[in-house]
């Protein structure tokens, strides 16, 4: 009786602890507001600022504090100027059915590499003869089961358990199928990744959220951003850049840019491939060319295009939101055109001219020199060629 007693007293004190805390707490909390109150009482309202207007406004970068935080670059600036205000370079018209995809194709995109010609060819002479064979061989073999083996044509099983020479054969087939497929297969990857020669162009390329910057380092290192251009009444995807087809030489909705990466055709160029926020994958399947862009890290491939053309790819690796809507256009020129459109940016210049300069003024070898001495280091020097042997014939 008394301990119930002392429960409910307990209670009641408890509650009224609470409700005195409670109160002063708020008192607190009102005496420490006043003085800010105050203050905003004496201020003049302050009109409200006007809103941004859209074609000024620049998609925000949502993986730019993390990539700063990691030591990567990252592009502020938004879109720099469509290459179709540039008098001096006018853009290729790309080929129907070249370099992009065809309307109900199913098969691999012609090929424009001679990586690619050689993927093609394994393709349509190794695995596919292999495929066909294969999948007859298994459904033969099932049907002369089915009618030779059935309940009615074989009313006693056989007992056999074992038979040497079937077990022989159907280990080893398949090893010699897997060996055929593996020689082309190795050697093709070993020679897509031999190093670029030393003279060869560089051009590095940055994958953002979502557009691609391409740095030219040896042209005077300008660099250009290349956003997909927006789709005639669809939602804008990138605000203050134009719409597809509103000049002659634009290609196919959502894989045509602003900005292309323009490259010399004909010859080995390094392409440099890192990421500034998550991870990016740059492929173009008519180039046989893929290669991830991982923030952090620089991947380095080869890539050498037979002759010039608009080649376009996508990003091939999820990366937010609006992966579906960084394209990747990639234009090919003769080597004059391509020293024109270098010329055409604020401080581009000609790859190898300085090396060139810097060996017309060096002085003339003494008479009598050793002629072990090393060779310096010249602009005629012959650049190793990139192997460009074709596929075998079929």
């Known amino acids: 009786m008394n301990s119930g007693k002392n429960a409910r007293a307990a209670g009641r004190a408890t509650k009224t602890r609470s409700a005195i805390l409670g109160k002063t707490l708020g008192l607190s909390l009102a005496l420490a507001m006043l003085p800010q109150v105050a203050l905003a009482a004496g201020q003049p309202p302050v009109a409200p600022s006007p809103a941004p207007s859209v074609a000024a406004t620049v998609a925000p970068d949502r993986g730019a504090v993390s990539a700063l935080n990691a030591g990567n670059a990252v592009n502020q600036q938004g879109a720099t100027a469509d290459v179709a205000a540039s008098p001096a370079y006018t853009p290729m018209k790309p080929t129907e059915g070249i370099g992009m995809p065809v309307s109900g194709g199913y098969g691999l995109q012609k090929q424009f590499t001679p990586f690619g010609e050689y993927g093609h ?69 070993a020679k897509q990744y031999k190093p670029a020669p030393e003279k060869a162009l560089t051009v590095k390329i940055t994958g953002n959220q979502w557009f691609w910057t391409y740095a030219y380092p040896d042209n005077g290192e300008f660099e250009v951003n290349s956003y997909m251009l927006n789709e005639p009444g669809g939602p804008v995807v990138n605000a203050g850049i134009r719409q597809v087809g509103s000049k002659p030489w634009d290609g196919p909705a959502q894989l045509e840019v602003d900005n292309r990466m323009v490259v010399p055709a004909g010859e080995p160029i390094r392409l440099q491939i890192t990421a500034a926020d998550v991870i990016h994958s740059f492929g173009i399947p008519s180039l046989w060319f893929k290669l991830d862009a991982v923030p952090g890290r620089i991947n380095e491939k080869v890539l050498f295009i037979d002759k010039p053309g608009v080649y376009y790819g996508q990003c091939s690796e999820l990366c937010g939101v609006k992966h579906a809507y960084m394209p990747i256009a990639i234009e090919a020129l003769p080597r004059a055109q391509y020293n024109a459109w270098v010329l055409s940016h604020a401080g581009g210049k000609i790859d190898g001219e300085e090396k060139l300069a810097d060996t017309m003024r060096s002085p003339a070898p003494v008479a009598g020199a050793s002629d072990a001495a090393a060779p310096s280091d010249t602009a005629s020097e012959a650049v190793p060629a990139v192997e460009t042997s074709s596929a075998p014939s079929a």
């Not at 040497?164 to 159907?170: D, K, M, N, R």
């Open 121 to 189: 060819w394994i393709h349509d002479i190794v695995l596919m003869p292999l495929v066909a064979l294969m999948t007859i061989l298994v459904l033969v073999l099932l049907v002369w089961v089915a009618v030779r083996y059935n309940r009615r044509a074989n009313p006693i099983a056989s007992r056999t358990s074992h038979n040497t020479l079937l077990e022989v054969v159907w280990t080893l087939l398949p090893v010699l199928v897997l060996v055929g497929i593996a020689v082309p297969s190795i050697d093709l990857i």
